[in-house]
């Protein structure tokens, strides 16, 4: 952690660097930790950083929130939480030390835990947004209930920045689980399913669930009674919880597979028929990734028939590296984005071409 | 100011021929009832917040889908207003009629369509109770988690519109963490589909944008959402306090301590002697502060959280601790706080709830306030509050018949919800913005931010017939009431002219 590195409110900077990209016509490419490059469309424009704005700008953890300056990397944030047994619970990948805050929300990637507990949008309570206006504006707040007026922090998670540049996020914090356990159950692929399905209509306190391609790994977290009674009834072999970091991380011997990654989401009981290719099943096969070199179209398909969706994780694999939009959601994205960015200044091209 | 829609300050209606109108749709979709006697629209003219009453043009109550895209076409051509209407139980106006609108009644898309066990997940029209879901899932012991206190009347439309919270917020989430996707029709009769039956969707994330909406941005009609596994026990701890300065400590503490209670709640003594006087629910009514700590989950946790929050709650300085011994007992301690509304109604002619949400460390200093408030203008706060999520209630108890009372109510009802935004809080938790607290909003937001607001709406409804006047406040509404902040040393509205 590179906490050599000063604190600092660059909002004034940030916000004339967007007036003089606005006066001047010149798009911006919104940048943290770069960590997340390889993921949606390229997008061009002049490189924004966001690396100088950074610090934690108010934790109370009994409040249950943390607000967070946009550039700020997402294991400190982590580091700060954990010294209070507390922790971001739809766990989102860290890529290194080098992913940020405003890149977490605006990428909207979440870990093993997003089943249960919800994803990044869950947690966003509020955020600083300089806009396609030349404004600094402020939304949400750091309370957990919230109905005044549109929820636009939530809309500016998975957004890849399109809308707008996140300066501060607040965001819900959740205490550590006080114990838990990760197990190994040999079977294969339906079988487990099979398991997820019966599992998720129990009260049980899973918190993951895969299958890496040769076992079910399942992870229970909660009180120690609860998780002690949950091991001894499923079974299994007791195996280290770091599976899940490498698999959040995407550093598990799956991901290197040459073959172009697809991330598909799709409904948690749904059986996809895909194309050739190596698979791991996460989120309790709500979330399948897909080593192929199928055509996009046949892998799309596949993700529409069961329900979701597929992007693809490899750059310059595909075309459109983001599942495309029907044409009626597609031009209320457009009405939206030239509400909010009316020069279309925010990464063109970042999400969908032409947006 | 008046809270009821005034052209001059919310922006200029359309003139409808209400006569041609009626024709058309009368024409277009013969089998659509359409109620326009003055007698027939009457039960119409409000909805929760009954203080404020407009006699709708006309209402529409639709069946089929089909219908609902006719008369939304028909509408969008002639530029009528239309506002949306599900079981009008919400409490801020959210679906108060227009004289010169058409209400859109969503109420008869009753039907569940599809309970699925294996996927954790129900399919259902806009017009199902909330609690019909959970009733429909029990079967499979599932149920649907956000739980509104008017879940057995409040249809999940509605829900949707105001992102409808509860008791069981803090560990469960909202209406918006409990969604899986809407199918919506737009103002010009589009049909789009938010979200999808994976748990997320490629694009924006227009389901969240939604969710809480108001009715601004379109039509609901058909809704899919989480079913979760229902906790295996559930025990409620009771805790006394002679303070709430203290009760305040003890939440903080229990969430300090790494709990997170399924639900936390909080009543002061006006409440308690309301509810226990109404209930026999077994309150103290000596007390000043209770808290209500219920603990779910799998039996073996449950049994030690509720030794770990009784250590707390007596650290805290606890007059008292009682774990409801049965399920009885933990139902009875429950109604008192459910039925806090109707029991605080029992002492006073009329009441008013507000629904400010504050950080709760501030709790202490907004309580006092409020009682200030309640004594400077000369009528009793009761004080019920969702703890753990900040979540306040007071009640203002009034009298309509005496003349002034409802208008120092709202005044004094608006100066609490400005405590709960100087202390970095919001004007609304659950219940919406709707008209009630159209004012308030420009406590909370600036120009810019309203500007952006209108945006946003702009974006699905480019001419404003969506429930106009709700929820976002025109610039000149904020600019003429007064309620305005100076936003880092200047005059707000600078553009505006002044009267």
């Not at chain 2, 936390?264 to 409440?271: G, H, P, S, W």
């Not at chain 2, 009329?350 to 629904?355: G, I, K, L, S, T």
């Not at chain 2, 913005?433 to 974006?459: S, Y």
Request: hydrophobic residues 40%.
């Amino acid at each position: 952690m590179s906490s050599d590195i000063q604190d600092a409110d660059l909002g004034e900077e940030l916000l004339a660097q967007v007036c003089t990209a606005l006066s001047t016509g010149t798009p911006l490419l919104i940048q943290g930790g770069g960590t997340k490059a390889f993921y949606g469309g390229q997008g061009s424009g002049s490189l924004l950083d966001t690396r100088g704005h950074r610090g934690i700008v108010n934790y109370e953890s009994t409040e249950l929130v943390v607000t967070v300056r946009a550039g700020t990397p997402v294991a400190e944030v982590e580091a700060v939480l954990n010294g209070e047994g507390q922790t971001l619970a739809f766990e989102p990948p860290q890529f290194g030390g080098q992913a940020t805050v405003g890149g977490m929300v605006a990428a909207g990637l979440s870990g093993p835990r997003r089943p249960w507990v919800g994803a990044v949008r869950d947690f966003v309570l509020g955020c600083r947004l300089i806009t396609g206006h030349g404004k600094h504006l402020r939304f949400g707040g750091e309370v957990m209930k919230n109905v005044a007026g549109y929820d636009v922090s939530r809309l500016m998670a998975g957004s890849l920045g399109c809308l707008g540049l996140l300066t501060e996020v607040s965001l819900k914090v959740l205490p550590k689980p006080r114990s838990g356990c990760t197990l190994r159950l040999e079977m294969d692929v339906p079988a487990a399913l099979d398991r997820f399905a019966e599992w998720g209509q129990q009260p049980l306190p899973i918190t993951a669930a895969c299958h890496d391609g040769e076992a079910l790994m399942l992870r229970l977290e909660g009180g120690e009674g609860s998780v002690k009674a949950a091991r001894e009834s499923l079974g299994g072999e007791e195996v280290s919880a770091e599976f899940w970091t490498a698999l959040r991380e995407f550093q598990l011997d799956f991901f290197a597979d040459p073959a172009p990654l697809w991330r598909l989401s799709v409904a948690n009981d749904s059986r996809p028929d895909l194309p050739a290719g190596a698979q791991l099943v996460d989120w309790g096969g709500a979330q399948r990734w897909l080593k192929s070199s199928a055509d996009s179209g046949e892998i799309r398909r596949a993700a529409a028939a069961a329900g979701g969706h597929a992007s693809c994780f490899t750059p310059g694999a595909c075309d459109s590296p983001l599942h495309p939009l029907p044409a009626a959601l597609m031009r209320h994205h457009r009405q939206l984005k030239a509400q909010l960015d009316p020069q279309g200044i925010f990464n063109p091209g970042r999400m969908y071409a032409g947006l | 100011m008046n809270i009821l829609y005034d052209e001059a300050i919310d922006g200029a209606l359309n003139k409808v021929d209400v006569a041609d109108l009626f024709a058309e749709l009368r024409r277009s979709l013969p089998d659509l009832q359409i109620l326009h006697s003055e007698e027939d629209r009457r039960p119409y003219e409000c909805d929760g917040l009954s203080a404020y009453r407009t006699l709708p043009m006309l209402v529409l109550l639709p069946e089929r889908i089909e219908q609902v895209e006719a008369i939304l076409g028909i509408c969008h051509a002639r530029r009528v207003p239309v506002v949306p209407r599900g079981a009008g139980t919400g409490l801020s106006g959210g679906a108060l009629p227009l004289e010169q609108g058409v209400l859109l009644v969503m109420a008869r898309f009753n039907r569940i369509l599809e309970i699925n066990p294996q996927g954790r997940f129900a399919r259902v029209q806009p017009g199902v109770r909330n609690l019909a879901i959970s009733q429909a899932a029990a079967p499979h012991e599932l149920y649907y988690a956000p739980d509104p206190s008017s879940q057995i009347a409040c249809s999940i439309g509605g829900n949707v519109a105001e992102n409808a919270g509860g008791v069981h917020c803090l560990k469960y989430g909202l209406t918006v963490h409990n969604v899986l996707k809407v199918e919506i029709l737009t103002i010009e009769g589009e049909r789009l589909t938010l979200g999808s039956d994976a748990l997320d969707s490629p694009g924006f994330d227009l389901l969240a944008l939604f969710m809480g909406s108001e009715g601004m941005l379109g039509i609901v009609t058909e809704i899919t959402v989480k079913l979760l596994p229902k906790p295996r026990v559930a025990r409620v701890l009771m805790a006394s306090f002679d303070s709430v300065d203290n009760a305040g400590r003890a939440v903080a503490d229990i969430i300090g301590e790494g709990i997170i209670p399924g639900g936390l709640e909080m009543m002061d003594k006006l409440a308690i002697q309301a509810a226990e006087d109404f209930i026999h629910a077994g309150y103290p009514v000596e007390a000043e502060a209770i808290l209500l700590c219920e603990l779910d989950g799998v039996e073996l946790d449950v049994a030690e959280d509720i030794e770990r929050v009784r250590a707390v709650l007596d650290k805290a300085g606890a007059t008292a601790v009682s774990l409801a011994r049965d399920e009885a007992e933990r139902v009875r301690f429950w109604a008192g706080r459910k039925n806090a509304f109707p029991a605080v109604g029992r002492m006073s002619p009329d009441y008013y709830c507000m629904d400010g949400t504050i950080p709760r460390k501030h709790l202490p200093r907004v309580l006092r306030g409020t009682a200030e408030l309640s004594e400077r203008y000369g009528l009793r706060v009761a004080n019920v509050f969702h703890a753990g999520d900040g979540n306040m209630h007071p009640l203002i108890l009034f009298d309509a018949n005496q003349p002034g009372e409802l208008e120092r109510a709202e005044e004094l009802g608006g100066k609490i919800l400005e405590l709960c935004v100087e202390v970095g809080g919001t004007i609304t938790g659950e219940h919406g913005v709707g008209r009630e607290k159209i004012n308030q909003m420009c406590v909370q937001f600036n120009a810019d931010e309203l500007a952006f607001f209108h945006a946003v709406k702009a974006a699905f409804d480019a001419e404003g017939l969506l429930n106009p006047g709700k929820n976002i406040p025109t610039l000149r509404r904020c600019a003429e009431n007064g309620a305005m902040r100076v936003h880092q040393g200047q005059m707000p509205f600078p553009e505006l002219e002044r009267f």
